[in-house]
């Protein structure tokens, strides 16, 4: 369920990124042990920079997984896999649509106007933005980001002593 941001929210993504956090709307997923995983951003941010990232990876653990899992070579297969299983496709289409309606509830910025983030709906570019969409949305919505998110299995698993995450 998705929150808005408390102070201590966003001190924790701020230990988490290594920098402050920027236009954070939302915490759209946390971790069990209760911080931040995931943040809802704003499409536009305070700077005036368009962002189509709406749900940006905070996490360590899944982001430093997401990394391993793009240096295996996963991104090029999963994109080879968009050009020969249509069905994967359709679905992978509906995740980019639902990312742009979840983004649209936010607000509209027409220099990002159908873009949604991770390459989608046409290839794979970013594991990050599919895991962290996937963890947003719930599963069986972005059909590779659950599959990259199964793949990192329980990243959470070990209890957070309270370490920037």
Not at 21 to 43: F, L, Q, S
Not at 127 to 142: D, I, K, Q, R
């Amino acid at each position: 369920m998705m929150s808005k941001p408390t102070e201590a929210d966003l001190a924790a993504v701020e230990a988490q990124l290594g920098r402050e956090p920027r236009g954070v709307e939302e915490v759209a997923w946390r971790c069990p042990c209760g911080k931040p995983g995931v943040v809802k951003t704003a499409p536009r941010l305070p700077n005036g920079t368009p962002f189509p990232t709406t749900y940006y990876l905070t996490c360590q653990r899944a982001t430093s997984g997401c990394s391993t899992l793009e240096a295996s070579g996963l991104m090029t297969e999963m994109s080879e896999r968009l050009t020969q299983d249509e069905e994967l496709a359709a679905r992978y289409r509906a995740a980019h649509e639902a990312y742009l309606a979840d983004r649209a509830e936010l607000g509209h910025v027409e220099e990002i106007d159908g873009i949604s983030a991770g390459g989608m709906p046409t290839r794979v570019k970013c594991l990050h933005v599919l895991v962290g969409h996937s963890l947003a949305a719930g599963p069986g919505v972005n059909p590779l980001g659950d599959e990259a998110l199964e793949k990192l299995g329980e990243f959470w698993a070990t209890p957070c002593l309270g370490e920037a995450e």
